[in-house]
Structure formats: structure tokens, C-alpha cells
């Protein structure tokens, strides 16, 4: 083999002065095409996409605060104050780990007497708040804003927030009439109801200001802040840089405050019930209270735990409306229903006697029924029997009539439907409308006697307080009432029509007007200056059948004159309408008239309330 081949067969020398050159060209080409990349990487990224990108920061390093927008104010028909928007002050916490809040929270647990739970609770909120800072403590009292405001600077983490907030001059008076005031949760804020809500905006959660949301609630603004990378709050921008938020508008209602502060202060102490006023002609509510209330001033900025919880846990449900949402026997109340249909049908007049006299009860298909009086009313005309109450009359004009024809006339009467009055949460009440419903209902036909009980308002009719009144205006108006409503406003639609002769309603008044005089079941609560007109009644009670509820539903008015209120209350187990319900009514209707015509009145009294700017109790 030659040399040469034996050269050629020899590997390249890696240090050879060719081979570095040709790898230090590879290597310069590598780094150029690096550099161009990263070059125009830069070039896109600085100049091409520097819009985006520069967007994309900020939306990182800035967020959006809602302003809210003061709510709009609520007046009664007399231009007094229900329902004020005031500033406030809240303390709130920046979102951040566990730790970090524990800490921020710890110099000021003392102050605002935070315990382990309050504080845990934070942090919960704190971890869905979605970078939102989280309120601490909703009321702060002056001392409480003005010791903050002297340490301000050495807490980390906190803030103290100025806002409006709500607040209820009248109290626990007022509440089941204006509800209350709560943050829009995820379920509310989803909803087609509250459509262009945000996160964090208050809303009304019953009663009329949840009725009236879009007028009382306005637009909240925006007010831009900057944040770090774990949301913490670093500061603001100046006030041209946010949107101001736009107030809610004032509305003003048919109630008379003093009325229902007046109900609010005679109510029989510890008794639950609900009483209804409204105007015969027009259907305006005056007053439309229930008890046990509740001071709405709680809910303002926020509810606290142990609030709460003691409300939804009290066995007397003080959450309930129960002149709107609770549905009773209406008991004898009812028997006036029996009297219009049994004098339409000209199957009664008002003197003709019934055959068979009261002498405590009497039997039929198999059945015996009592009436209220052990021993008797005797023989019965229809005026008598409605002032005495007599069941025994009632049974023989019901056995007459017919189930049928109770049933549909009840039913054309309204008392299977709601009113329709604005103001949340009205049920419908509960009552036969024929033999068929029984069967659909409880799967069986309801025997002959059935009828004795849907005679005298037992039996499976339940009516809200709220029905009752409105039945009560169509008697005291001439046979019509228009839809009860709670907003001022000019006219509504007739709501009840009885289709009743003047004939009729002369009967069923002057029945009505017995009940109040001597010898009627209510006889002690005639008024002195002015013509009471009503009918008590002694309710089934199924929770505890020795405690029956009390009704008293009636209207009065100038003596000589029409009707001007009409009155319904009910007493849980309050065991007598003349004694427990009739008292309350006749004292409101006294109160409104002596109001009305420029008689004195006996002074309101103070009413204890939370007052939300200060946090404190105090009287209004």
C-alpha cells in the first residue's frame, strides 16, 4: 500500500486550522440565527403586539372597585322618611394567604371582638372573593373608625371603606313592609332578574325593596385601583379616573307610618299575628304588620353570623310575613261569605228564622257540630246569628246552599287566588273549589256534613290575613275593591267584585254593626266618635287545638258616613276575636280616623333600633 492511501485513510485532525475555521463559521451562523429570532421576537413583542401586551399589564397590575350607587330613599304618603341611604363605614382586608390575614386581622381582633370563628370566616370569603378585598366588620362605630384612623398607617392589609349604607328610622315597625337589604349572591347575580349586576352590588332581598329594586337601586360607578401580583391593593388612581355611580330613585308608598309604628306599639306583647289597614275605595294599604318582626337595621352592610342564625332558628319565625305569607282558617269571619250567597240566592232574608233553634250543636248526615256557646243562642234571625256568632244557624243556611254552591261562589269571591298586591312573597290561599277537589287533594269525596264546615270558615280554607281585609273593603265599598298596593299611585283595577243589591249589603252592615253593640261578640270595643263596624272569629288550631287563633276583620269610618279603613287582625293563639284581635283593630281604625278628622291621638313611642352608623342601640 503506498503512502498516499495510507494518508487518505488517516481521520481529520480536529485541531487542524480548517476544521476550527469551519466550525467557528457553523457556531456564528447558530448565534445570528438566534439573535434574528430573538430580534424579532423583541420587534413583534415591542413594536407589533405592544398594544396587546401593554394591555394584558394592565389588566395584571390594575382592577376595578364598584362605587355603589346610594339607594334611593322611601317615603310613606305623608312625605315621612321609612327608608334613608347615610354614609357609613365598613373595615375591610385585602385578599392574601391565611396567615397574612391572620396577621393583618390580628392588632385589631381585640377592638372589634373577633373571635376564632369571626376570623375564620373572613378567610373563607377572603378565598372565593376572586381578588376582591373582603369586608371585616360592616358597622364600625365613630370610636371604632376614629381608633383605625390613628393606626392606620402601621396596618397592613386593612382599610376602612365609606359607603352608604341603609337605614330604617322606624326599626323592627317597618320591617316586613321594606324588607332588608343584602350583596347579590351568584344565584341572584345570573339571574335574568338582575342582569347588569355585579359582584359585590347590593340588592333588596324582600319586601319593597326588593319589589322595587331597578327604581330604589341605581347604577353603581367604578373606581380604578392597582394591585400586586397577590391582589393586595396599592393604591388609587385619581377621581377623574372612575365612573360615578348614579343614585336610585325615591319612591313613596300608600302606608301611614304612624299607623303602622301605632300597630307596631299595641300589639299584644309576645303574641305572634299579623294585622292589615288599608282605604276601601282605593285598595291602599295603610299599615301591614306581623309579629314577631325583626329590626331590619341588622342586614345593613352585611348580617352577622350569630344574627342570623338566631333569627332562622327562632321558633316564632320572625322572618315571615305572616299578613302576606300566612294562611289561616278565617274561621266566623267567613260566615258573611255564607250570608251574601244565602241572600243573593234569596234562600234567606235577614229576619227569616232558621227551623231549628240553637241549643249548643246540632246533627247532620251522621255528624254532630258544636257551636261556641255550650247552651245555646235559641232561635236565630240572620242579623242575631251574626252578632252571637251562632254556628248552628250557619250550618242549616250552608246545608241549604249546598257544597257546590259554596264552593263556586267562594271560589268567584276570591279566596283561591292571591290579590296580586306588589309587595313579594303573597300566598294563595287555600280553599275547595268543588266536590273534585277534595278528591284530587286527598283522594276521597267529602261526605254530606262537609259542608258544615265549610259553612262557618273551617275545614280546608285558610285565607292570608291580607285576603281577608281585601273581602272586608268589597263589603265596605259598596260590593267592589279595587287590587290592595302598596306604591302611591292614582288608580288600580277592581280586583273583588261580590255582585251584591244594596239590599245585601244593608243586611250584612247591619249585622256587622251588631257585633260591636251591646250583647255582640265584641261588643266592648265600640268606638266613641266614630262607627265600628265587624266580625270576630275563633280559629282552628291544629299545632295546639286548646289555643284556636283570633280573628277580627271589620271597617269604620264617620258615623252617618262611608267607610274609610278597613281592618283585619289575626292573634296566635289568642283563643277570642273579641278579646285578643278586635282591641288592636279598634285602636288602629282609632288611631287613623282621630289622625284623619284633627282629633288627638295618644303619643308614639320610642322605638329601640341598631343604629348602622354608629353600631349601637339606640331609640328613634
Same mark, same amino acid.
Given at each position: 500500500?503506498?503512502?498516499?492511501?495510507?494518508?487518505?485513510?488517516?481521520?481529520?485532525?480536529?485541531?487542524?486550522?480548517?476544521?476550527?475555521?469551519?466550525? =467557528?463559521?457553523? @457556531?456564528? *451562523? &447558530?448565534? /445570528?440565527?438566534?439573535?434574528? %429570532? #430573538?430580534? $424579532? !421576537?423583541?420587534?413583534?413583542?415591542? +413594536?407589533?403586539?405592544?398594544?396587546?401586551?401593554?394591555?394584558?399589564?394592565?389588566?395584571?397590575?390594575?382592577?376595578?372597585?364598584?362605587?355603589?350607587?346610594?339607594?334611593?330613599?322611601?317615603?310613606?304618603?305623608?312625605?315621612?322618611?321609612?327608608?334613608?341611604?347615610?354614609?357609613?363605614?365598613?373595615?375591610?382586608?385585602?385578599?392574601?394567604?391565611?396567615? =397574612?390575614?391572620? @396577621?393583618? *386581622? &390580628?392588632? /385589631?381582633?381585640?377592638?372589634? %371582638? #373577633?373571635? $376564632? !370563628?369571626?376570623?375564620?370566616?373572613? +378567610?373563607?370569603?377572603?378565598?372565593?372573593?376572586?381578588?376582591?378585598?373582603?369586608?371585616?366588620?360592616?358597622?364600625?362605630?365613630?370610636?371604632?373608625?376614629?381608633?383605625?384612623?390613628?393606626?392606620?398607617?402601621?396596618?397592613?392589609?386593612?382599610?376602612?371603606?365609606?359607603?352608604?349604607?341603609?337605614?330604617?328610622?322606624?326599626?323592627?315597625?317597618?320591617?316586613?313592609?321594606?324588607?332588608?337589604?343584602?350583596?347579590?349572591?351568584?344565584?341572584?347575580?345570573?339571574?335574568?332578574?338582575?342582569?347588569?349586576?355585579?359582584?359585590?352590588?347590593?340588592?333588596?332581598?324582600?319586601?319593597?325593596?326588593?319589589?322595587?329594586?331597578?327604581?330604589?337601586?341605581?347604577?353603581?360607578?367604578?373606581?380604578?385601583?392597582?394591585?400586586?401580583?397577590?391582589?393586595?391593593?396599592?393604591?388609587?388612581?385619581?377621581?377623574?379616573?372612575?365612573?360615578?355611580?348614579?343614585?336610585?330613585?325615591?319612591?313613596?308608598?300608600?302606608?301611614?307610618?304612624?299607623?303602622?309604628?301605632?300597630?307596631?306599639?299595641?300589639?299584644?306583647?309576645?303574641?305572634?299575628?299579623?294585622?292589615?289597614?288599608?282605604?276601601?275605595?282605593?285598595?291602599?294599604?295603610?299599615?301591614?304588620?306581623?309579629?314577631?318582626?325583626?329590626?331590619?337595621?341588622?342586614?345593613?352592610?352585611?348580617?352577622?353570623?350569630?344574627?342570623?342564625?338566631?333569627?332562622?332558628?327562632?321558633?316564632?319565625?320572625?322572618?315571615?310575613?305572616?299578613?302576606?305569607?300566612?294562611?289561616?282558617?278565617?274561621?266566623?269571619?267567613?260566615?258573611?261569605?255564607?250570608?251574601?250567597?244565602?241572600?243573593?240566592?234569596?234562600?234567606?232574608?235577614?229576619?227569616?228564622?232558621?227551623?231549628?233553634?240553637?241549643?249548643?250543636?246540632?246533627?247532620?248526615?251522621?255528624?254532630?257540630?258544636?257551636?261556641?256557646?255550650?247552651?245555646?243562642?235559641?232561635?236565630?234571625?240572620?242579623?242575631?246569628?251574626?252578632?252571637?256568632?251562632?254556628?248552628?244557624?250557619?250550618?242549616?243556611?250552608?246545608?241549604?246552599?249546598?257544597?257546590?254552591?259554596?264552593?263556586?261562589?267562594?271560589?268567584?269571591?276570591?279566596?283561591?287566588?292571591?290579590?296580586?298586591?306588589?309587595?313579594?312573597?303573597?300566598?294563595?290561599?287555600?280553599?275547595?273549589?268543588?266536590?273534585?277537589?277534595?278528591?284530587?287533594?286527598?283522594?276521597?269525596?267529602?261526605?254530606?256534613?262537609?259542608?258544615?264546615?265549610?259553612?262557618?270558615?273551617?275545614?280546608?280554607?285558610?285565607?292570608?290575613?291580607?285576603?281577608?281585609?281585601?273581602?272586608?273593603?268589597?263589603?265596605?265599598?259598596?260590593?267592589?275593591?279595587?287590587?290592595?298596593?302598596?306604591?302611591?299611585?292614582?288608580?288600580?283595577?277592581?280586583?273583588?267584585?261580590?255582585?251584591?243589591?244594596?239590599?245585601?249589603?244593608?243586611?250584612?252592615?247591619?249585622?256587622?254593626?251588631?257585633?260591636?253593640?251591646?250583647?255582640?261578640?265584641?261588643?266592648?270595643?265600640?268606638?266613641?266618635?266614630?262607627?265600628?263596624?265587624?266580625?270576630?272569629?275563633?280559629?282552628?288550631?291544629?299545632?295546639?287545638?286548646?289555643?284556636?287563633?283570633?280573628?277580627?276583620?271589620?271597617?269604620?269610618?264617620?258615623?252617618?258616613?262611608?267607610?274609610?279603613?278597613?281592618?283585619?287582625?289575626?292573634?296566635?293563639?289568642?283563643?277570642?276575636?273579641?278579646?285578643?284581635?278586635?282591641?288592636?283593630?279598634?285602636?288602629?281604625?282609632?288611631?287613623?280616623?282621630?289622625?284623619?278628622?284633627?282629633?288627638?291621638?295618644?303619643?308614639?313611642?320610642?322605638?329601640?333600633?341598631?343604629?348602622?352608623?354608629?353600631?349601637?342601640?339606640?331609640?328613634?
Amino acid at each position: 500500500m503506498s503512502r498516499y492511501q495510507d494518508l487518505s485513510l488517516r481521520p481529520a485532525d480536529p485541531f487542524h486550522p480548517h476544521s476550527r475555521r469551519q466550525r =467557528s463559521l457553523w @457556531a456564528v *451562523l &447558530a448565534i /445570528v440565527l438566534m439573535l434574528g %429570532a #430573538l430580534g $424579532s !421576537a423583541f420587534f413583534r413583542t415591542q +413594536i407589533v403586539r405592544n398594544g396587546e401586551f401593554a394591555l394584558r399589564a394592565d389588566d395584571n397590575r390594575f382592577d376595578v372597585l364598584p362605587i355603589p350607587a346610594p339607594r334611593g330613599a322611601i317615603y310613606d304618603r305623608n312625605g315621612k322618611l321609612v327608608a334613608e341611604t347615610v354614609t357609613g363605614y365598613s373595615l375591610m382586608v385585602d385578599p392574601g394567604p391565611a396567615d =397574612s390575614i391572620r @396577621a393583618w *386581622l &390580628a392588632p /385589631v381582633a381585640q377592638m372589634l %371582638a #373577633l373571635d $376564632s !370563628a369571626a376570623v375564620h370566616d373572613v +378567610i373563607g370569603r377572603a378565598r372565593t372573593s376572586r381578588g376582591k378585598p373582603v369586608q371585616v366588620a360592616p358597622r364600625l362605630s365613630f370610636e371604632q373608625v376614629s381608633r383605625l384612623e390613628e393606626r392606620q398607617v402601621p396596618l397592613r392589609g386593612l382599610r376602612l371603606d365609606r359607603r352608604p349604607i341603609r337605614r330604617y328610622p322606624a326599626g323592627a315597625a317597618v320591617a316586613h313592609v321594606v324588607g332588608y337589604v343584602l350583596e347579590a349572591n351568584d344565584r341572584e347575580l345570573q339571574s335574568k332578574e338582575f342582569e347588569g349586576y355585579v359582584q359585590g352590588q347590593h340588592v333588596g332581598k324582600t319586601g319593597i325593596e326588593r319589589q322595587y329594586e331597578r327604581t330604589l337601586g341605581g347604577k353603581p360607578g367604578a373606581q380604578f385601583i392597582e394591585v400586586n401580583s397577590r391582589g393586595q391593593v396599592l393604591g388609587r388612581f385619581a377621581p377623574t379616573v372612575e365612573q360615578p355611580p348614579r343614585a336610585g330613585g325615591d319612591v313613596r308608598l300608600t302606608l301611614d307610618l304612624d299607623l303602622q309604628r301605632y300597630a307596631h306599639q299595641v300589639w299584644p306583647a309576645g303574641m305572634r299575628g299579623a294585622a292589615v289597614a288599608m282605604v276601601p275605595s282605593t285598595g291602599e294599604i295603610l299599615a301591614l304588620y306581623s309579629a314577631p318582626s325583626y329590626d331590619p337595621n341588622l342586614f345593613v352592610g352585611g348580617i352577622r353570623s350569630h344574627d342570623w342564625a338566631a333569627l332562622n332558628r327562632d321558633p316564632a319565625r320572625p322572618l315571615l310575613n305572616r299578613a302576606v305569607a300566612g294562611i289561616y282558617p278565617p274561621a266566623s269571619t267567613w260566615k258573611l261569605a255564607t250570608a251574601i250567597v244565602g241572600l243573593e240566592r234569596r234562600v234567606i232574608t235577614p229576619e227569616y228564622v232558621m227551623p231549628v233553634a240553637c241549643t249548643g250543636g246540632m246533627a247532620y248526615a251522621g255528624r254532630y257540630s258544636r257551636c261556641m256557646k255550650r247552651d245555646g243562642h235559641g232561635p236565630q234571625n240572620l242579623i242575631q246569628a251574626i252578632a252571637n256568632s251562632c254556628n248552628v244557624y250557619f250550618y242549616q243556611l250552608g246545608i241549604r246552599l249546598g257544597l257546590d254552591v259554596l264552593a263556586a261562589e267562594g271560589t268567584r269571591l276570591g279566596f283561591s287566588r292571591p290579590t296580586g298586591i306588589d309587595i313579594p312573597g303573597e300566598r294563595t290561599g287555600t280553599f275547595p273549589t268543588g266536590k273534585s277537589w277534595y278528591v284530587d287533594r286527598f283522594g276521597w269525596r267529602p261526605p254530606p256534613s262537609e259542608v258544615m264546615n265549610v259553612s262557618i270558615g273551617q275545614g280546608p280554607n285558610a285565607q292570608t290575613p291580607l285576603r281577608m281585609a281585601q273581602f272586608f273593603s268589597a263589603l265596605a265599598g259598596n260590593g267592589t275593591a279595587r287590587a290592595p298596593h302598596m306604591l302611591l299611585r292614582r288608580e288600580t283595577p277592581v280586583e273583588t267584585d261580590l255582585r251584591l243589591s244594596r239590599q245585601t249589603l244593608q243586611a250584612v252592615w247591619q249585622g256587622m254593626a251588631a257585633v260591636i253593640e251591646a250583647g255582640g261578640t265584641a261588643h266592648a270595643v265600640e268606638l266613641r266618635r266614630f262607627k265600628l263596624y265587624g266580625k270576630t272569629g275563633t280559629s282552628q288550631n291544629s299545632a295546639d287545638p286548646r289555643k284556636p287563633h283570633a280573628w277580627f276583620t271589620g271597617f269604620a269610618g264617620p258615623r252617618g258616613g262611608q267607610p274609610e279603613i278597613v281592618v283585619a287582625v289575626i292573634v296566635e293563639f289568642g283563643e277570642s276575636g273579641g278579646r285578643a284581635a278586635a282591641p288592636v283593630a279598634a285602636r288602629m281604625a282609632e288611631y287613623y280616623l282621630n289622625k284623619k278628622h284633627g282629633y288627638t291621638n295618644p303619643p308614639l313611642a320610642d322605638i329601640p333600633i341598631v343604629d348602622p352608623v354608629r353600631d349601637t342601640t339606640r331609640r328613634e
